[in-house]
């Protein structure tokens, strides 16, 4: 009780507490990750154990639809696999590649953004101009070109071995330009306030004065970006796996399980692609929900209180 009164008595905790929304959107969310990093203990079955597994019971509907059986509650695939214990594993790599692509993005967009912003000169020229040509190109054509490079250089066998880590790579470079430009814009007004002049003037150094001082009062809008930007890595994951040029796929995520589905969709077998496409579209649309919350949050204009 006492946890929850401190954490009312914030800024943050009060706007958290007072909407439904961000409530809701976290509930979902937490309850979605909870299950996918902890599939072993709550999935009904092991997807990927061929003892769970039977192609007697392929193409079992829905448990309400006709045909249904009550040990499969969202039926199952091609395979005899049950669609629900499928989803939920699936949803483990498609969020460890969201979650590691946009932190690897956070990163690199940061640095080079406060960098850039505080140096000056033609360093930050050189990154503002990479900037502006990279965001006229599409993330997701930016991530197939990433993925055909890695295709072209290395090997097939080593590419679907390190095909996540490919795929961590192609979506974090294509979302970094807007952590750039966003912390580079704070940078500039910063970097003129009293406390950075002085800090010049006890000595301290230009990278403890960027990443000491600067870094944590420009923090707002980067986390509202990571936020926002954690649904659309997770999209474009999807997105790369059902065109077949993200994880294997004998790997599971949304993406793959999409693209299979998408198969028989004609064939009256709906559900193989219906519920993983409903499991995405939910997942997303939480992240998204925490990230207007968390911009209006942190914005101290919209402050009502």
């Given at each position: 009780?006492?946890?929850?009164?401190?954490l009312?008595?914030?800024?943050?905790?009060?706007?958290?507490?007072?909407?439904?929304?961000?409530?809701?959107?976290?509930?979902?969310?937490?309850?979605?990750?909870?299950?996918?990093?902890?599939?072993?203990?709550?999935?009904?079955?092991?997807?990927?154990?061929?003892?769970?597994?039977?192609?007697?019971?392929?193409?079992?509907?829905?448990v309400?639809?006709?045909?249904?059986?009550?040990?499969f509650?969202?039926?199952?695939?091609?395979?005899?696999?049950?669609?629900?214990?499928?989803?939920?594993?699936?949803?483990?790599?498609?969020?460890?590649?969201?979650?590691?692509?946009?932190?690897?993005?956070?990163v690199?967009?940061?640095?080079?953004?406060v960098?850039?912003?505080?140096?000056?000169?033609?360093?930050?020229?050189?990154?503002?101009?990479l900037?502006?040509?990279q965001?006229?190109?599409?993330?997701i054509?930016?991530?197939?070109l990433?993925?055909?490079?890695?295709?072209?250089?290395?090997?097939?066998?080593?590419?679907?071995?390190?095909?996540?880590?490919?795929?961590i790579f192609?979506?974090g470079?294509?979302?970094?330009?807007?952590?750039?430009?966003?912390?580079?814009?704070?940078?500039?007004?910063?970097?003129?306030?009293?406390?950075?002049?002085?800090?010049?003037?006890?000595?301290?150094?230009?990278?403890?004065?960027?990443?000491?001082?600067?870094?944590?009062?420009?923090?707002?809008?980067?986390l509202?970006?990571?936020?926002?930007g954690?649904?659309?890595?997770?999209?474009?994951e999807?997105?790369?796996?059902?065109?077949?040029?993200?994880?294997?796929?004998?790997?599971?995520?949304l993406?793959?399980?999409?693209?299979?589905?998408n198969?028989?969709?004609?064939s009256?077998e709906?559900?193989?692609?219906?519920?993983?496409?409903i499991?995405?579209v939910?997942?997303?649309?939480?992240?998204?929900?925490?990230?207007?919350?968390?911009?209006?949050?942190?914005?101290?204009?919209?402050?009502?209180?």
């Amino acid at each position: 009780m006492k946890i929850y009164q401190k954490l009312y008595d914030t800024d943050i905790g009060y706007s958290f507490f007072n909407s439904k929304v961000a409530i809701v959107s976290f509930v979902i969310f937490l309850l979605i990750a909870f299950c996918s990093f902890f599939a072993e203990l709550v999935s009904p079955y092991n997807p990927f154990d061929p003892i769970n597994i039977s192609l007697m019971d392929a193409f079992i509907p829905p448990v309400w639809s006709e045909g249904g059986d009550i040990r499969f509650i969202l039926g199952t695939d091609q395979q005899g696999r049950d669609m629900l214990s499928t989803i939920i594993y699936g949803s483990r790599i498609s969020l460890i590649v969201g979650f590691a692509s946009i932190i690897f993005a956070m990163v690199l967009g940061v640095f080079l953004g406060v960098t850039s912003g505080y140096l000056g000169g033609k360093y930050e020229i050189i990154v503002m101009r990479l900037t502006d040509v990279q965001l006229t190109i599409p993330s997701i054509l930016m991530a197939l070109l990433v993925d055909g490079i890695a295709r072209a250089i290395i090997s097939k066998s080593m590419h679907d071995e390190m095909a996540i880590y490919v795929l961590i790579f192609a979506i974090g470079i294509s979302e970094w330009p807007q952590f750039a430009r966003v912390t580079r814009a704070s940078t500039l007004v910063e970097k003129n306030k009293e406390y950075v002049a002085a800090s010049k003037i006890i000595g301290l150094s230009g990278i403890y004065i960027m990443f000491k001082h600067i870094l944590p009062n420009i923090l707002r809008p980067v986390l509202v970006i990571a936020t926002i930007g954690l649904a659309l890595a997770i999209i474009a994951e999807s997105t790369l796996s059902f065109l077949g040029v993200g994880v294997p796929p004998t790997t599971p995520s949304l993406g793959t399980l999409i693209r299979f589905g998408n198969n028989f969709l004609f064939s009256g077998e709906w559900w193989i692609t219906f519920f993983p496409a409903i499991f995405l579209v939910v997942l997303a649309l939480s992240i998204n929900l925490l990230g207007d919350w968390m911009r209006d949050a942190l914005n101290p204009k919209l402050k009502k209180r």
